[in-house]
């Protein structure tokens, strides 16, 4: 049977393998505040006690996530600056623990995007090993808007997923980047009908879920390492791990497959 969880605007949700995050503010098309920061940051802790084999990170509405409150921000800045700064404190904290624990977990994240993803939204897009998004989406950085700068990890992936001048680009000028001009720079894996996001998700995530977890724990591992270390250093990462995966029931399936040109049935095989 599923298990759930609900805190404040972010449901958590167990089916077998899967998880799922679920951004449900819809009323105000996610924008984010400090109680559904805290709460992302406690799902995400959750799952890091205890890894599912896929995280499926999405929306209850038409929306991803439009990014902060900004009008939570206006009353602050009304009460004091004092009070304004301690809170996005507060909340940048929150939300910066749950973008790191998401990339560190040892499992694929799959992230839903349909509708706007914008500020904080495309930054806790990016933090998804694979996105596929909605025909609709459309994404913007749109922090200098509001004459600030990128949190929530989107100065470390933009550049990485799209090079540095596009990323510059993307971060001085906010444009809105449709779905599909984000599938040709590399910001998503995959665009399918708006309709037909959740199907697709689905799908996507079963099939991550029948792969080899420890092969995909460190295929995960040792990419992200990779952006920041040198040949050298990746190689001698790339053969201790083939190694170590070399050793286990799901190599040994693998292989037997292959042999005899049949689909590979990872994890039912014992050592």
């Known amino acids: 049977?599923?298990?759930?969880?609900?805190?404040?605007?972010?449901?958590?949700?167990?089916?077998?393998?899967?998880?799922?995050?679920?951004?449900?503010?819809?009323?105000?098309?996610?924008?984010?505040?400090?109680?559904m920061g805290l709460a992302l940051r406690d799902a995400v802790r959750s799952l890091t006690a205890a890894p599912p084999r896929v995280v499926v990170l999405r929306s209850s509405g038409?929306?991803?996530?439009?990014?902060?409150?900004?009008?939570?921000?206006?009353?602050?800045?009304?009460?004091?600056?004092?009070?304004?700064?301690?809170?996005?404190?507060?909340?940048?904290?929150?939300?910066?623990?749950?973008?790191?624990?998401?990339?560190?977990?040892?499992?694929p994240v799959v992230g839903l995007v349909g509708g706007s993803?914008?500020?904080?939204?495309?930054?806790?897009?990016?933090?998804?090993?694979l996105l596929v998004a909605a025909d609709d989406?459309?994404?913007?950085?749109?922090?200098?808007?509001?004459?600030?700068?990128?949190?929530?990890?989107a100065s470390w992936h933009l550049s990485r997923r799209v090079g540095l001048q596009r990323a510059l680009a993307i971060a001085l000028l906010n444009p809105q980047i449709d779905a599909a001009q984000a599938r040709d720079v590399g910001l998503v894996a995959e665009v399918v009908p708006a309709a037909q996001l959740a199907e697709a998700g689905l799908a996507l995530a079963r099939r991550l879920a029948e792969g080899p977890a420890a092969a995909q724990a460190d295929i995960?591992?040792?990419?992200?390492?990779?952006?920041?270390?040198?040949?050298?250093?990746?190689?001698?990462?790339?053969?201790?791990?083939?190694?170590?995966?070399?050793?286990?029931?799901?190599?040994?399936?693998?292989?037997?497959?292959?042999?005899?040109?049949?689909?590979?049935r990872f994890g039912h095989t014992s050592g």
């Open 62 to 107: 038409a929306h991803f996530m439009v990014g902060g409150d900004v009008r939570r921000f206006d009353i602050l800045l009304g009460q004091s600056q004092a009070d304004c700064t301690e809170e996005i404190g507060q909340l940048i904290d929150a939300v910066h623990e749950a973008v790191a624990g998401l990339t560190r977990l040892p499992c």
């Open 1 to 35: 049977m599923p298990e759930h969880s609900q805190v404040a605007s972010i449901r958590l949700e167990r089916d077998g393998g899967i998880a799922f995050i679920t951004l449900d503010r819809p009323a105000s098309r996610n924008s984010l505040d400090l109680s």
């Open 220 to 264: 995960k591992r040792l990419l992200r390492a990779g952006l920041d270390a040198d040949l050298e250093t990746a190689l001698v990462a790339e053969k201790a791990s083939f190694l170590a995966m070399s050793a286990t029931p799901d190599f040994a399936e693998g292989v037997r497959a292959f042999c005899e040109r049949r689909p590979a």
């Open 117 to 129: 993803a914008a500020g904080f939204g495309m930054s806790l897009a990016m933090a998804c090993d």
């Open 137 to 153: 989406a459309r994404f913007v950085l749109a922090y200098s808007a509001i004459g600030t700068t990128p949190d929530g990890g």
